[in-house]
């Protein structure tokens, strides 16, 4: 299967959206959370015009996609204590994808972009299914952080960049 990674357009905002949905929707969380990860999990024009996004393509479908912010200043978003610095915001593939090495291709462009453009290191809130994903990819587990979702946590990790 080849797989085409690109800048991400505003008009796919759409295509995104259902690939976060589907992404998590993977997971049988419960119903509920959907309501609360709503606009987490909503892309829109704007966020790619105002964000570094990527999308992973193949027979010139989306079929996953990750986003980088970078944060100018610390702050809390609830009970959520975001730090400065660069944020793999997103990553997430169409279901059927998973488990084929395409997020560890988009995790490999997403450090090589880094590089380039002189990004240390980025922080990601993981998922709790996303652990070991982030654990294989070598980044460093911090320490477990409030979720959206009241009484659930997600592991906050940093992942170096190879200079």
């Known amino acids: 299967m080849e797989i085409h990674i690109r ?79 660069f944020w793999l915001e997103h990553l997430f593939l169409l279901p059927a994808y998973i488990g084929k090495g395409i997020g560890t291709r988009l995790m490999h462009f997403a450090e090589t972009y880094c590089r380039k453009e002189g990004i240390p290191s980025l922080y990601i809130f993981s998922d709790p299914h996303a652990n070991g994903f982030y654990d294989k990819m070598g980044a460093a587990y911090l320490r477990e952080s409030p979720s959206s979702i009241e009484g659930r946590t997600v592991s906050v990790y940093k992942y170096r960049i190879a200079q």
């Not at 295509?15 to 892309?43: C, G, M, Q």
């Not at 704007?46 to 996609?65: D, F, H, M, Q, S």
């Open 7 to 85: 800048p991400a357009r505003p008009n796919d905002h759409e295509a995104l959206t259902k690939i976060s949905f589907a992404s998590k929707r993977h997971w049988n969380d419960p119903e509920s959370y959907y309501r609360v990860w709503k606009d987490e999990l909503t892309i829109t024009s704007r966020y790619i015009l105002e964000n570094r996004v990527y999308v992973a393509e193949t027979v010139g479908k989306p079929i996953g996609y990750f986003s980088i912010v970078e944060v100018k200043k610390d702050f809390h978003a609830g009970k959520v204590l975001v730090r400065k610095g």
